[in-house]
């Protein structure tokens, strides 16, 4: 091969590039084991370095990784044991070696990659073993919207089929959910053509679960309107409070009625493989699909999810096609005919390792340990007389809770300015969330590096800034 063949390659540089690289990884994963005191935020050079034009000419792939590593230094990272912002994950180390490993190869999972796709779905078994979850498999997506969107496809296609190949016609379609679901659920109505006003958000309890009577009536109602209810979704695991839906009871509803059953379990649904919560999933074995984000509360980094449906071939029915340049081999659907993508990367890669390497046993125990800190911070709050919670226990992890500080006219623009003041404070990161129209710092626990005394760190942080009641001045 001539010399501009390997133009792009790193030649005789490699070795000196990769031990670089694994010399920056090692001291942030030494790092990541403890929190730092403050957030490194970009200096002058950095800044520099971010507004330079596109270089012509290359510079030394040393000097490359080593600017590449000021910036991620320099930016929020969700790995750090102290980030509780919305739901953040761990950037695994092993899933971030899978990473390495997969994007080296450049394995395209569309169709048939061999042994890669046998991974594939091996590791979806055994997700699906470790959930629960009785599948007869599923599919990796880059993200709990894109899952969502592919099990209310394959649900449209269920309740109105053909409607992929002559659209909606004059069917009315409807989707069920909690007034508290993700607003991906909405998204998928929009781009599936049920339209975000066919979204029946459902009113919820007093642990702000989705009430399966007022599910029923609704679906009674529209089927007497001449709507053609398509999907019921229990998210468990709300965004917002951490709340499961009961899934048993809306299970008896979506048999009444015969609609397709959907579990978003995009953040929350590894919590049933764990003994303590085990039992608020209970039905989970009756529902049709499933979503679940590896890249929340399974640890590794992003970007893995998965859809698991009880019967593959309703994948098929919405997204396979027949191409001439598509070849089926391999003995099962192509990843191409379940899935909305062509090219796929190897997502699949990081949660195998992840149950190779540690075990199903080591992944159950650190979402039962964040469970615990998420009890021991609702505990620890309410003991603290600055600080209000909301009047149920965290079902999962996430643990709201703002600062009512006595003569401070305004709570919420309190706590929205503590929020603020907290993030660039840079000890703790959080995130503020509105419930029933008050602003509440919103921590979420789904970082196995994360220890009682991180805990501690967050209402420390929280108790010193919130006593100042000019933060919102
Ligand atoms: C319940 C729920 N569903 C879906 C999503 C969307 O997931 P993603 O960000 O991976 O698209 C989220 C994100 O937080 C979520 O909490």
């Known amino acids: 091969m001539g ?7 790193l030649g005789a540089r490699r070795e000196a590039a990769l031990a670089r690289t694994t010399e920056h990884v090692l001291r942030a994963w030494n790092e990541f084991d403890h929190a730092r005191d403050r957030e490194t935020v970009a200096d002058e050079d950095l800044e520099e370095l971010l507004a330079a034009s596109l270089p012509e000419h290359g510079s030394d792939v040393l000097e490359v990784i080593d600017q590449a590593t000021e910036v991620l230094d320099a930016s929020i990272a969700q790995s750090r044991p102290r980030y509780f912002a919305f739901i953040g994950s761990s950037g695994l180390e092993v899933g971030a070696l899978a990473d390495l490993l997969a994007h080296s190869y450049d394995t395209n999972l569309a169709v048939d990659a061999r042994a890669a796709t046998e991974l594939e779905w091996q590791a979806g078994r055994w997700l699906a073993q470790f959930l629960g979850f009785p599948a007869g498999t599923g599919t990796f997506t880059s993200g709990g919207t894109i899952s969502n969107i592919t099990a209310l496809a394959s649900a449209r ?4 089929p053909g409607a992929r190949e002559h659209g909606l016609g004059g069917a009315k379609p409807t989707v069920y959910c909690s007034t508290e679901a993700h607003y991906s659920i909405t998204r998928a109505a929009e781009v599936l053509g049920i339209g975000a006003a066919q979204v029946r958000a459902i009113g919820i309890d007093d642990e702000r679960r989705m009430r399966a009577d007022l599910l029923a009536e609704e679906i009674r109602r529209d089927r007497i309107k001449g709507y053609t209810p398509v999907a019921i979704v ?8 951490g709340a499961v839906d009961p899934i048993d009871a809306l299970a008896d509803v979506a048999q009444e009625f015969g609609v397709w059953l959907h579990v978003d379990g995009a953040y929350g649904l590894p919590a049933a493989a764990v003994a303590s919560r085990a039992h608020l999933f209970a039905g989970l074995e009756r529902v049709d699909s499933v979503t679940v984000d590896c890249h929340k509360w399974m640890f590794v980094p992003k970007a893995c999810s998965a859809v698991m449906v009880r019967d593959v071939a309703s994948l098929a029915k919405v997204f396979a096609h027949d191409e001439a340049y598509m070849p089926h081999a391999g003995g099962h659907f192509n990843a191409v005919d379940i899935t909305l993508e062509y090219s796929r990367p190897f997502r699949a890669l990081k949660l195998w390792m992840l149950f190779a390497v540690h075990g199903a046993a080591a992944v159950r125990e650190a979402v039962e340990r964040n469970c615990d800190e998420a ?15 909301l009047e149920n226990r965290p079902q999962l992890s996430i643990v709201p809770f703002r600062a009512l500080v006595e003569g401070c006219e305004d709570p919420d623009a309190h706590n929205d300015a503590l929020c603020s003041a907290i993030q660039r404070d840079g000890r ?14 919103r ?16 209402l420390d942080v929280a108790e010193e800034l919130g006593r100042d009641c000019s933060l919102h001045a």
């Open 3 to 9: 010399d501009n063949a390997l133009s792009l390659s």
């Open 157 to 160: 296609e269920a309740a109105i």
């Open 234 to 241: 229990a998210t468990t695991g709300t965004t917002l409070t």
């Open 375 to 389: 009890q021991l911070l609702y505990d620890w709050v309410r003991a603290r007389p600055l600080f209000e919670t």
């Open 428 to 441: 703790v990161y959080v995130s503020p969330a509105t419930i029933d129209g008050r602003v509440w710092l």
């Open 443 to 458: 921590p979420c626990f789904t970082n196995f590096r994360t220890t009682p005394e991180d805990v501690a760190a967050l």
